[in-house]
């Protein structure tokens, strides 16, 4: 018996389409975003890590004019 679906259809009866292509621009920009953000994340993990100590040192103020 001959098969009565047309050529351009794959086994599951749905059509064969090519795999979608990313222009090598766009995969740059991509990759470059994923960078960024890694970056970012890093920063925000690992940011802030050292507790801020207090200025203890004295300062000399001027005397006042008279």
Request: charge should be negative; hydrophobic fraction near 45%; glycine fraction near 8%.
């Amino acid at each position: 018996m001959r098969n009565s679906r047309p050529s351009r259809l794959s086994p599951t009866g749905l059509q064969e389409a090519p795999a979608p292509s990313v222009p090598a621009g766009r995969r740059w920009m991509v990759i470059a975003g994923l960078v960024v953000a890694a970056l970012l994340a890093l920063a925000w993990f690992d940011g802030g890590e050292e507790p801020l100590r207090p200025i203890a040192d004295d300062v000399a103020l001027p005397e006042p004019a008279q």
